[in-house]
């Protein structure tokens, strides 16, 4: 009898109830079902995973496939040049996008920087629709402005940084900023960024409070923001007040740089505000004591007292006798005598002696006089009596009768 030849029977394999597929029967025996705790997914799925190992060049991430995946260094992150240990820790969580389920060597490659970068570009695209900002860390400073790592490269320009220009771009490094997207090119990777947008936003509502707290009269304090040849704009905690040249002393100012730098911390006084097109102008002499004051509390006409020239014109000079306190030496009263040309008598600078001849408080004019003052008051002599003879003015010639005076004395007697 010949023996048959079967093949052999391959055990049934039974899903067990309640493992959810993780536990299978076979024989009665129960094992793992290894095959349901393969994660699956394709090329270009982005899966989650835990950092098993720390290399030089690479990390392990164990997500849930037969092997563990492969991130190599230059798919960490979107820095030029990255040491893992900075990037990952052990056991993190971290999501990755498939590369190549295996490569030549069998290996799951994967990347972290690009399943952020995808992750990225889809919070981005969302950011501007919806006109809200994005937030990143300022990673480096390059020519024109700063890279801002927002799982993509975003290029914040110098000029979009602030309100106002910033001198040093190094400050920001490494800091977490907002800003919004003010430019957006998938297909060219190109996203430009605008912090100054953000703050202006935020300065909109902080001007409206600032507005309906300031009132006219009121003494703020402020830091010098910019200086322009009219003046010199005040930032008051969120919004520019202006104070015009004219407002800036007592005494004459040729620019506001003379008296005022940017980022000085000064006292302002509140002169008015525009509600409607929110300006608010501002006055630093309102808080300095005025030296008009004191020229009507000290002085009086007929005062001498010295002072300084601080311009010629053609019809006088203009004298200081207090710092702020100018008053004018007319043509007429620099001299005794004619003056054709002030600048023949007096000069920018030159110390001279005057008398007041007039105040006038209310219109804050003060007229000088150098040859007043140069010159003492002259007497003038009492009129003579009207019965006394006046006094001759020539004596009267010797009567030609009169024997001429010797011209000789004679000679003395003999002895």
Same mark, same amino acid.
């Given at each position: ?39 699956? *997914? ?19 991430? =164990? ?16 820095? %030029? ?19 190549? %389920?295996? =490569? ?50 975003? *290029? ?5 940084? =602030? ?66 040849? *009219?003046?010199? *704009? ?76 601080? %311009? ?104």
């Amino acid at each position: 009898m010949e023996a048959s030849l079967q093949a052999p029977q391959i055990p049934e394999a039974l899903v067990v109830e309640g493992s959810d597929g993780l536990l299978l029967e076979i024989d009665g025996r129960l094992v793992p079902n290894y095959d349901a705790t393969i994660v699956p *997914f394709e090329e270009g799925d982005v899966v989650t995973g835990k950092v098993v190992r720390i290399d030089k060049d690479e990390v392990l991430v =164990d997500v849930g496939y037969k092997s563990e995946g492969v991130i190599l260094s230059n798919e960490l992150s979107v820095r %030029k040049s990255v040491d893992p240990n900075e990037e990952v820790e052990l056991g993190e969580e971290i999501d990755a996008l498939v590369l190549t %389920k295996e =490569d030549q060597d069998g290996r799951l490659i994967l990347s972290k920087k690009r399943a952020r970068f995808e992750r990225a570009w889809r919070k981005i695209e969302a950011a501007v629709e919806s006109g809200e900002p994005v937030s990143g860390a300022v990673i480096e400073i390059v020519k024109g402005g700063v890279i801002v790592d927002l799982g993509v490269r975003g *290029f914040l320009p110098a000029s979009l940084m =602030d309100i106002r220009r910033v001198a040093n771009l190094d400050e920001y490094l490494g800091q977490t900023i907002e800003a919004k997207v003010v430019e957006l090119n998938r297909s060219r990777n190109n996203v430009v960024l605008s912090r100054r947008a953000v703050l202006e936003e935020e300065r909109r509502g902080q001007r409206e409070a600032i507005l309906d707290r300031l009132q006219p009269g009121l003494i703020v304090e402020g830091q010098i923001s910019n200086i322009v040849d *009219f003046g010199a *704009f005040v930032d008051l905690d969120g919004i520019d007040g202006l104070i015009h040249i004219s407002e800036l002393s007592w005494s004459h100012v040729n620019h506001p740089s003379e008296i005022l730098t940017i980022g000085q911390t000064v006292e302002v006084k509140v002169l008015d505000i525009d509600r409607e097109r929110q300006r608010i102008s501002l006055g630093l002499k309102q808080t300095q004591q005025d030296p008009w004051q004191r020229v009507v509390d000290t002085y009086h006409v007929g005062d001498e007292l010295e002072g300084s020239v601080t %311009k010629v014109v053609a019809f006088g000079a203009f004298v200081e006798i207090l710092e702020g306190v100018e008053g004018l030496v007319h043509i007429s009263e620099l001299a005794e005598q004619h003056v054709e040309n002030p600048r023949e008598i007096v000069g920018p600078g030159d110390d001279v002696k005057v008398r007041i001849l007039e105040i006038d408080a209310d219109r804050r004019r003060l007229s000088l006089s150098i040859k007043q003052a140069e010159q003492p008051a002259r007497l003038v002599e009492p009129p003579a009596p009207e019965d006394e003879p006046p006094a001759a003015e020539d004596e009267s010639p010797a009567p030609e009768d009169e024997p001429p005076a010797p011209q000789e004395e004679p000679p003395a007697p003999p002895d």
